[in-house]
């Protein structure tokens, strides 16, 4: 049998750097590689099975779905994603949800309801800003939305009317924000440009501005939503709310899935023939995403995130006072950094090699979005591996 990554190499573009290692099977937090080589997984995929692997409640529920139907269009009614919008309406400030398969889909459909919404302020309102160092995805609106020149250059010309702002900088925001602004979007904490933590102050501008200015505010939610930080929305810890969200990722617990949820006008302005999705609200992602909330919402989900968020960080800043390799530890829930002073990369090759699954955020930051459903313990055999190669980095 050829090898795997001959195969991979051989018939799939090479858009990705992978690490040399194939994923067998994994179980609870925990993923065995095709040479048996066991991993505790602080990555989850990237922040995506929030409750790690063989989940039997989503099991039975997927199971169930598929038996009944695996897929109907969007042009009949399906239960398992009218649910799921109930759930996430009912637990939050928005009112309608419009469902799709990814972050970048979800971002797009943000970023329609924004240029629909200037349209009706007037003639020439169709400015978004968005945050430099952002990530809202890779398609040509969610990368002209990213307000990073490495992911935009080799794909101009982009969409038109996007400016960019600095992240926690209200006044430079404000600069930017002018009659011709229909929409801001920013994610409340940044994932892939290096784990960045939004200060309360800046998101509570931002919804002043908007107020005043009659703009839309979106989140982009799809790394830091659904639980991650200790709440089920990112917007619920900050106590500030947006006219609308992206999330995915953690939705589904792996299984494909976006959604964009809005509130007021935002909620709305789209309207039958003006947007879709062939797979979107797919019946069995809603089932299993239906577990994912019920869990989150009823269960202590989101008390261990807090918690084990809150104890990951406090161990790391002991390992930072005792490497100085470790500039800074930032992060809210289960969404965590640590800024090193040298690029992250050899770090976590080492780390994976001790059988630590992590990644990377930007160039320098050590990232760790684990499943939600980790305990201290597994805090400590994380810490440990991490103390240990930075012992043996620092002989
Ligand atoms: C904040 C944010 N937005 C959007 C995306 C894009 O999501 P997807 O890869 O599902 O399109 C990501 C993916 O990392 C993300 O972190």
Known sequence: MTDTKDLTNKYIMGTYNRFDTEIENGNGVYIIDGKGKKYLDFTAGIAVNTLGYIDRDCIKAITEQIEKYNHCSNLYYSRPQAEVAEILVENSC???????????????????????????????????????NSFHGRTTGAITATGQEKYQKSFTPLLPDFAYAEFNN????????????????????????????????????????????????GFDEVQCGI?????????????????????????????????????????TILVAGDHASTFGGNPVSCASAK??????IKGNLLENVKTTGEYLISEL?????????????????????????????????????????????????????????????????????????LGETNE
């Open 94 to 132: 928005f009112e309608k949800v419009f469902f799709c398969n990814s972050g970048a889909e979800a971002n797009e459909t943000m970023i329609k309801i924004a240029r629909k919404f200037g349209k009706t302020k007037g003639e020439n309102c169709s400015k978004i800003i968005t945050m430099k």
């Open 291 to 296: 577990v994912v909330l019920n869990k989150l």
């Open 170 to 217: 209200l006044q430079s925001v404000e600069a930017l924000a002018d009659e011709h602004t229909c929409a801001i979007i920013v994610e409340p904490v940044q994932g892939e440009g290096g784990l960045h933590v939004a200060k309360k102050e800046f998101l509570q501008g931002l919804r002043k501005l908007c107020d005043e200015k009659n703009i839309l505010l």
């Open 317 to 389: 800043k002991k390992l930072a006072q005792k490497y100085p390799v470790i500039k800074d530890v930032r992060g809210l829930g289960l969404m965590v950094g640590a800024e090193l002073s040298v690029p992250a990369k050899d770090i976590i090759k080492k780390c994976m090699d001790k059988g630590l699954m992590i990644i990377g955020a930007g160039t320098h930051v050590m990232r760790f979005v684990p499943p939600m459903i980790i305990t201290k313990d597994h805090v400590d055999e994380a810490i440990k591996i991490i103390d240990e190669v």
């Open 227 to 267: 639980g991650r930080t200790g709440t089920l929305f990112a917007y619920q810890s900050y106590g500030v709310e947006p006219d609308m969200a992206a999330m995915a990722k953690g939705l589904a617990n792996g299984l494909p899935i976006g959604a964009c949820a809005a509130k007021g006008i935002a909620s």
